[in-house]
């Protein structure tokens, strides 16, 4: 295992007279993923009514956290301005330094953590399937390449500022172009940019996708405007145009950057003429999952279904049109299963008499293991 300084202390936040903005609210929260509680927090704007959005998620690096990292790269007033959801799921620590388990052996199962969260904010949230996304630090970015090879149908693209990939699992393909945004410091004395035993060369990174996703071999180049000449740093833009379905290849590589985001408060050599965040968007926008999966079902069931009355007291209407027999389970925010049985086509009537007030989910399993999840609220 790698180690990571500890960037982001919030007390810094105050010594460099840094502020954090943002409009919405963040809501800290877990979820019980293989049998474990894992802790998130999630940002919504105010600009959330509703309806679908984009949801992005924002990974720290070994050592740090989820509020540490939501600080850092200070996404939230361009979530508030773009309209879509943020969430900064936790790492485990196992060994006493919390991180995320991107291939490095046995462990916590990090990709199913993520693919549960998805499932679990698409319970309260509107949430555009084509547009989930995934970002991070150092061991986030590194966890956003993992996503990208092993869970391709739910993520659109990555991005990934000082991570790379692991030279164990390198060669992996996630059987479909994939764009991927890299930004990295020459610097970088944590993750080496020639890399090193345990972590990919960035350069051969980024050809690995470039090829892999058939971009042009020579890229749009773009010297970003050196606005801050004190910070000790500059950069240049590599873009790699010309991929299969519209798929890009963007590298941001930036001279003397050590192990920093770019636009954030500054520890260490952080260039500041660009804002890492906001380029990590722009890319991000530019794509849909539905570009690249012509069927994105998300393994749910495709069926109509009404849940009446919502909040309910003694019983439960569902109301389904089904050919075969479906079945069902509620469970509890902790997971346990409480009642469970078969529905059939048309109304089925479920007593929640001995149920506790509070919140409870249905999930329905129909063939293939598909499922339908609802939620639903148990009042006196």
Known sequence: ???????????????????????????????KSNNIFRRFRLYVPNSYTGQAVPLVFNLHGYTSSASQQQLYSNFM?????AKFLLVLP???????????????????????????????LKLTYS???????????????????????????RFAAIASVTGSMLNGWFTCIPGRPFPVMEIHGTNDATVPYNGDATFANIDSVVKKWRTYNNCNSIPITYSVPNTNTTDGATAISYRYTGGT???????????????TWPGAFPI?????????SAEIWR??????????????????????????????????????????????????LYGQQLLNGQLINGTN????????????????TGDNNLTLTKKFIKSR
């Open 90 to 120: 936790e790492g485990t620590a196992p060994s006493g330094q919390q991180y995320f388990n991107a291939g490095f052996g046995p462990g916590v199962n990090d990709v199913l953590f993520m693919s549960d969260l998805i499932d679990s």
């Open 245 to 259: 379905n519209g798929a890009e290849v963007e590298l941001y590589k930036v001279a003397n950057g050590a192990h």
């Open 127 to 153: 949430i555009d399937n084509n547009c989930i996304y995934s970002c991070g630090m150092s061991n986030g970015g590194i966890m956003s390449y993992y996503l990208a090879c092993n869970l391709p149908n």
């Open 268 to 276: 260490g050599v952080t260039c500041q003429d660009f804002n890492a």
């Open 1 to 31: 295992m790698f180690k990571v300084k500890n960037l982001m202390l919030v007390s810094l936040l105050v010594l460099t007279g840094f502020s954090i903005f943002g409009q919405g609210i963040t809501i800290s929260d877990s979820i």
């Open 349 to 364: 009537k479920i007593k929640t008499e001995e149920l506790y007030e509070g919140i409870y989910f249905l999930k329905l």
């Open 77 to 81: 007033p361009i979530a508030d301005t």
């Open 283 to 332: 890319f991000f926008r530019k794509y849909k999952l539905n570009m690249f999966v012509t069927d994105v079902k998300e393994n749910e069931l495709h069926m109509m279904m009404e849940l009446f009355p919502n909040p309910t007291s003694s019983s439960l209407n569902i109301k389904i049109e089904c050919e075969k027999v479906v079945n069902y389970d509620i469970t509890n």
